[in-house]
């Protein structure tokens, strides 16, 4: 089955509606019109009545173009009736049995008085009025078909449905054009969306109108400038990591050829490859862990994880490979922090790394309830690359900071904490703690 455009979709629904609404219009319209046929002869056949009532010679009867009426009088001393076109259908004994029924309708003792009824005869509707005296001694009955009702009520239902069907034609003129102006609206979006890939996201296109479409537009356009974002930083991180991955390679390559080449000692020369290797190995860890960050178990519930065996057992492992910088711990044994040890162990183990390659002389970590401070005495980081710091590869102003701060920035933040960098008087400090719920 062929899919259908919206404009269609659109188009479709609006009939459906319309045919429903056309539908109870109609019955309401036939309806309406059948009240105000009924009232108008009722109307007219009492004014007739006492025409005819009046009238020195009844014989000759009113000519109604319209309306086809007949009469039935009766007095003391004789009758008239006149019901032209309609004998096929009516007998005396029709009209006076009419007549009782309109007495006995309007039960009243006056003397004079005028009924109406509508009465079904052969299965066809008749409109009576009955003048009456005398306690029906002397009365005048006029009466009608229903032909002069049908003709009203086709003629106004003619006039309203064309009016309406007029109306229904407009709308339908509209909506096809707002329809049509909305997919077309859709579609350039949807081409600008397919386009995107092909030129790197780099393309905008924002919709102006003020309804949903126009801010869908404006939401695509926000996540196509995220994307381009994020397509920059790929490639300046693919980019930083062939050379970060070209430097350790091509010394152990320089190395392990030296040694094919004996113009290298053994020792030395395996030495640097293992020293280069171990190098080599933690960038490709550390890729690993950021990679592996997008893919957190999110069904998995947080731990909670002891802090201070985590610092612990990292400042043992640096103090053996630092000897010039000297640790200071202030550092509470009962706190806990939300998460799984295993990747706080690489937030603080990637801080600290950090933090010794830039520390003169000392590196201090504080650990008090919702709150982890680590501090070295180096040089400030410049205000301007701060907000940088955490970005995969992005050049400090000493250099790169590689994977490493990245790492912990999602990491942390993953676990529903802050990260900040603040330059001390002295030295620059990284600071975890609870996130401010507004």
Same mark, same amino acid.
């Given at each position: ?268 020369? !395996? ?11 933690? /960038?490709? #860890? $550390? &890729?690993?862990? %950021? +990679? ?62 950090? !933090? ?11 650990? /008090?309830? #919702? $709150? &982890?401070?680590? %501090? +070295? ?62």
């Amino acid at each position: 089955m062929k899919k259908l455009d919206i404009s269609s979709q659109l188009i479709l629904l609006f009939f459906s509606i319309i045919l429903i609404a056309v539908f109870a219009f109609s019955v309401t319209t036939i309806n309406f019109a059948n009240s105000i046929a009924e009232k108008e002869m009722f109307n007219r056949l009492s004014t007739y009545v006492l025409l005819v009532n009046t009238d020195t010679d009844p014989k000759n009867p009113y000519n109604f173009r319209d309306m086809n009426v007949g009469y039935y009088i009766k007095t003391l001393d004789s009758e008239y009736s006149h019901f032209k076109n309609m004998e096929d259908y009516l007998e005396i004994s029709d009209i006076l049995n009419a007549a009782a029924s309109i007495k006995e309708k309007n039960n009243t003792d006056e003397v004079e008085y005028i009924g109406q009824a509508v009465i079904k005869i052969n299965n066809k509707r008749y409109v009576f009025v009955a003048y009456t005296k005398d306690n029906m001694d002397t009365y005048s009955i006029v009466f009608t078909d229903n032909r002069y009702a049908q003709a009203l009520i086709r003629d106004i239902s003619i006039k309203v449905n064309g009016l309406f069907l007029l109306i229904i034609l407009l709308a339908v003129i509209i909506i096809y054009i707002w329809s049509n102006n909305v997919a077309k609206r859709l579609k350039r979006i949807k081409n600008h969306v397919l386009e995107l890939p092909k030129n790197n996201y780099e393309n905008s296109y924002i919709d102006t109108y003020e309804d949903e479409v126009g801010d869908l537009s404006k939401s695509i356009e926000v996540m196509r400038e995220e994307l381009y974002e994020n397509e920059k930083i790929k490639q300046e991180m693919l980019h930083n990591l062939s050379h970060d991955f070209k430097t350790p390679i091509a010394v152990i390559k320089t190395y392990a050829e030296a040694i094919q080449d004996g113009v290298e000692d053994n020792n030395v020369s !395996a030495n640097k490859i293992i020293e280069q290797s171990e190098i080599l190995k933690k /960038k490709v #860890n $550390r &890729l690993i862990q %950021y +990679n592996r960050l997008e893919y957190f178990n999110t069904e998995k519930n947080f731990e909670d994880v002891r802090m201070y065996d985590i610092i612990n057992d990292i400042v043992i492992n640096y103090k053996h490979q630092v000897e010039n910088i000297n640790f200071i711990l202030d550092l509470d044994e009962n706190v806990t922090f939300k998460g799984f040890s295993e990747n706080w162990y690489t937030v603080v183990d990637n801080i600290i790394d950090n !933090a010794r390659r830039y520390a003169k002389t000392e590196i201090k970590i504080v650990l /008090k309830e #919702n $709150r &982890l401070r680590i %501090y +070295n005495d180096g040089d400030h980081i410049e205000d301007k690359f701060i907000d940088k710091a955490f970005k995969p590869y992005e050049k400090g102003s000493k250099g790169q900071f590689g994977l490493g701060m990245s790492i912990v920035q999602k990491t942390v933040d993953y676990f529903n904490m802050n990260l900040h960098v603040v330059n001390e008087d002295i030295g620059v400090s990284f600071i975890i703690d609870n996130k401010i719920v507004e």
